[in-house]
């Protein structure tokens, strides 16, 4: 249910039925790479049609004032910055979300279980990568404590990984290449034909 993971039919992390398959789906192993560079300008363009509809006038107002702010950089620095961003966060989240189990939509409701099932975070080696990841790769310690500052996310991971400990469960972390590897397979396995 997480929009996030919901991108038909340009991307399929399960097989479409017939009537709902496309052609494109058999090379999404190949191009979603590109695609994920996208995902910021799909925000942009959700938070601009969620505030054509708001009623709030500050949120509005300083919504606006940031994409005047973006649209006064040089055409150079900006769409870059905002492909290369989205590209970034997406291979994050998405590498964090798509080759973990996805439950059935009837089974049974546990927040927490269920977030530490469907959700992996990564391991950054060095000081640059944990920069470039952006506290997205604490996705698990993000779900399960959404309104907690990022910044904090470093220390509460290992309060998490006893909490999945104590409780049997597995607590999922891997490294950028694996986590890469991971969703690249989860995109060629949903690319082939059934």
């Excluded at 546990?110 to 640059?128: G, M, S, W, Y």
């Excluded at 990984?161 to 986590?179: L, P, Q, R």
Aim: charge should be neutral; include cysteine.
């Amino acid at each position: 249910m997480d929009a996030d993971i919901h991108m038909e039919p340009i991307l399929h992390l399960w097989f479409p039925s017939r009537d709902k398959d496309v052609w494109w789906r058999r090379f999404q192993h190949h191009y979603y790479v590109v695609v994920y560079s996208l995902l910021y300008v799909s925000w942009r363009m959700q938070s601009i049609q969620f505030l054509l509809g708001s009623k709030d006038k500050l949120e509005s107002a300083l919504v606006a004032l940031g994409y005047l702010w973006l649209a006064s950089l040089p055409i150079a620095v900006s769409v870059p910055s905002v492909l290369l961003g989205g590209w970034l966060v997406a291979m994050v989240v998405t590498a964090n979300h798509q080759p973990e189990p996805m439950l059935p939509t009837d089974a049974k409701y546990n927040f927490v279980a269920d977030q530490i099932v469907t959700t992996r975070d990564v391991e950054c080696p060095d000081p640059l990568t944990e920069y470039l990841f952006g506290g997205m790769q604490y996705q698990l310690e993000h779900h399960l404590f959404p309104f907690m500052p990022k910044y904090r996310y470093r220390a509460v991971r290992e309060h998490v990984k006893k909490f999945a400990e104590d409780h049997g469960m597995e607590y999922k972390s891997s490294g950028i290449v694996e986590i890469m590897q991971r969703n690249y397979e989860v995109m060629k396995k949903y690319s082939q034909t059934r």
